[in-house]
């Protein structure tokens, strides 16, 4: 256990970095497996509350994966994806849209609000905020759908006011027609239209490996010309290229960094944001 003197000790050697967080831009996406795992749900939430109490704009986009894919067990429908995109017929779409929108978003915005109003949930139909496209036009019953333009009037009313705003990645085209989107990609286009200066996508793995099935090969750090060579290479694979793509995105768009972490690690966001050592991979310009 900690002395009294040792916790004042830490509290200032984070000083620096918390004069230095005050008052930017973090986008945060939240999903994968921490999204089932009650103790990690709340330490995620911990940690984004400790953000935006130290002056941080936070703003949440999510996915939920695995709470969609249980409920398609249910529904007896099989899972389909590409290149780490969830291919999406008119069944699926409607099963996505109530999962993400009626219970992940509202979870989520019920956790934030549990000790103080400070959370609004929002999917990308609200306001327009998000216009989408399909990824495949040539494929008409594949909902899977991409970010044409973000609308950040909502966006920017709400961190004005304090608040946190939670975004589902569902949104409609010109023509109302709804589309399940990446979030990563939905977390990618925002963060590259509020000009933020970081963008953290929590994931299931440690960050981008030389072998992913040894995180001992973990990369701290890396630029975009890294990131493409190690894409060439075939090393990023799977659902790491949304990840990867949006991120090289961003960051030719002037997000300062952009970071994929362990969401399964413990206080896994202040570990990556607050110290000097990175636990997952830092990407930069």
Not at 143 to 148: D, F, L, P, Q, S
Not at 243 to 251: F, G, R, S, T
């Amino acid at each position: 256990m900690l002395n009294n003197l040792e916790r004042v000790q830490i509290l200032s050697d984070l000083l620096p970095s918390i004069q230095c967080l005050y008052g930017c831009t973090i986008v945060i996406k939240y999903g994968g497996s921490a999204m089932k795992n009650i103790n990690l749900k709340s330490k995620i939430i911990e940690d984004i509350l400790f953000l935006y109490y130290i002056g941080v704009k936070v703003v949440i986009v999510h996915g939920g994966g695995p709470i969609i894919n249980y409920w398609l067990k249910q529904m007896n429908i099989e899972p389909k994806f590409f290149n780490g995109i969830r291919m999406t017929d008119k069944e699926t779409m409607e099963l996505v849209e109530m999962v993400l929108v009626g219970k992940v978003n509202k979870d989520l915005v019920s956790l934030l609000n549990y000790s103080s109003n400070i959370a609004v949930g929002l999917s990308g139909k609200d306001a327009n905020l998000i216009t989408a496209s399909s990824f495949f036009p040539d494929q008409s019953d594949n909902y899977t759908g991409k970010v044409k333009r973000v609308n950040l009037e909502i966006i920017n009313l709400l961190l004005s006011r304090g608040y946190i705003p939670v975004i589902a990645s569902v949104a409609s085209d010109v023509n109302g027609q709804t589309y399940n989107i990446n979030a990563d990609s939905v977390a990618g286009a925002i963060a590259e239209s509020l000009n933020a200066d970081k963008l953290v996508l929590l994931t299931d793995t440690p960050g981008i490996m030389l072998n992913i099935n040894d995180p001992s090969t973990l990369i701290h750090n890396l630029n975009i010309k890294q990131l493409e060579d190690l894409k060439n290479q075939k090393i990023i694979l799977g659902g790491m290229i949304p990840k990867v793509d949006c991120c090289i995105k961003a960051l030719k768009q002037n997000v300062g960094a952009a970071h994929i972490i362990n969401g399964s690690i413990k206080h896994a966001l202040l570990l990556e944001i607050l110290t000097s050592v990175s636990i997952g991979s830092k990407l930069v310009a």
